[in-house]
């Protein structure tokens, strides 16, 4: 996303590159075992990544060295997806 998404950092606040730097930490760390992107409206959002369960406590490690404590939460999906809910009448 990074690539081809060219509002990752503000042009008035370029020194702020929090979400570049949180995808290339991604990359470099998850490069063939996982997935990352760009969440929510480049500079004005968040990074998501798609971590396998033994390597998360090592990059929430890596996330939080750089941003610090608390910036990397982690949200886990049901194995059995989405419930299907009736249509209303």
């Not at 075992?33 to 396998?52: I, L």
């Not at 910036?71 to 209303?88: F, N, T, W, Y």
């Amino acid at each position: 996303s990074w690539m081809y998404l060219q509002n990752c950092y503000s042009q008035g606040s370029f020194e702020q590159q929090g979400i570049p730097i949180a995808l290339m930490i991604s990359e470099a760390f998850l490069r063939g075992s996982g997935a990352w992107r760009v969440h929510g409206g480049g500079f004005a959002g968040t990074t998501q990544a798609f971590v396998p369960d033994d390597l998360l406590s090592t990059y929430v490690g890596q996330i939080e060295l750089v941003f610090g404590l608390g910036s990397c939460h982690v949200v886990r999906v049901r194995p059995d997806g989405a419930i299907k809910m009736p249509l209303p009448a």
